[in-house]
């Protein structure tokens, strides 16, 4: 007769371990593979905002010192501390970038040829970098500044980026948001922010500017951490030319 034994405790137990064993290798290749992917999600929705953030700020400020009609600088140029009808600029030598600092901007343009500026909601701007809480603002017509590029953590917003400019841990020296650069190619930011100037330097200098943006992802990877990208680019600002 033929031998029609079973298997033996020892043997199902044998083949209970290896299948389990198969299962968590399985398991984990599952999980290493999700990760990866958020992981890849992530980076590429945090570079989709700080490139179309930086499109966007180099669009804007190209257009500084708009002035089609010629109006006289004295007369069109509005204090950015008010941007009230009629509250002139104290420095319209400055034009159509009354402030430039190493974190911050606010320029003026007049896009509807109507030779005023606050005719309509984007023609004064202002972006300012805010290292405390890792998020660039921009708001308009002395508007309340709202979240541009980032937020703060506490808003509750959902937000994939962090600004990491000014964040000493990570470059020393920081990165500046903005350099400005004269006719020649000097970098005269330290001019712009010392003496933003009232006739020939300083601010009325300025003929091209870099932006800067140094970002990382919100949330850091399991293994790898926060991914940190690095996006430049360069805008002449023809229109601030006296």
């Known amino acids: 007769?033929?031998?029609?034994?079973?298997?033996?405790?020892?043997?199902?137990?044998?083949?209970?371990a290896v299948g389990t064993m198969m299962m968590a290798a399985i398991y984990s290749m599952i999980n290493l593979s999700q990760r990866s992917s958020s992981g890849i999600e992530r980076r590429v929705s945090a570079q989709q905002d700080a490139k179309t953030a930086l499109e966007l700020m180099a669009m804007e400020i190209r257009m500084a010192s708009y002035n089609p009609l010629s109006t006289a600088d004295g007369a069109i140029w509005l204090n950015p501390a008010t941007c009230t009808a009629g509250d002139f600029s104290i420095t319209p030598e400055r034009k159509g970038i009354q402030v430039a600092t190493a974190n911050a901007m606010t320029i003026e343009m007049d896009i509807n040829?109507?030779?005023?500026?606050?005719?309509?909601?984007?023609?004064?701007?202002?972006?300012?970098?805010?290292?405390?809480?890792l998020y660039i603002t921009r708001a308009t017509n002395c508007g309340s500044a709202q979240p541009f590029l980032g937020d703060t953590a506490?808003?509750?917003?959902?937000?994939?980026?962090?600004?990491?400019?000014?964040?000493?841990?990570?470059?020393?020296?920081?990165?500046?948001?903005?350099?400005?650069?004269?006719?020649v190619g000097n970098d005269i930011s330290a001019t712009v922010v010392s003496d933003p100037g009232n006739g020939t330097t300083?601010?009325?200098?300025?003929?091209?500017?870099?932006?800067?943006?140094?970002?990382?992802t919100e949330n850091p990877d399991a293994n790898s951490g926060r991914k940190r990208m690095?996006?430049?680019?360069?805008?002449?600002?023809?229109?601030?030319v006296p």
Request: charged letters at 20%.
């Open 113 to 133: 040829d109507l030779g005023s500026v606050r005719d309509v909601a984007n023609e004064i701007i202002s972006y300012n970098y805010d290292a405390g809480n």
């Open 1 to 16: 007769m033929c031998d029609k034994r079973g298997f033996t405790l020892v043997e199902i137990l044998i083949a209970l």
């Open 154 to 183: 506490t808003s509750g917003r959902t937000r994939t980026v962090r600004v990491i400019n000014g964040d000493t841990s990570i470059y020393n020296p920081v990165i500046p948001v903005f350099r400005y650069f004269d006719g």
């Open 202 to 216: 300083g601010i009325p200098a300025i003929r091209r500017i870099e932006i800067t943006l140094a970002v990382e």
């Open 230 to 240: 690095i996006y430049s680019t360069s805008v002449i600002v023809r229109n601030h």
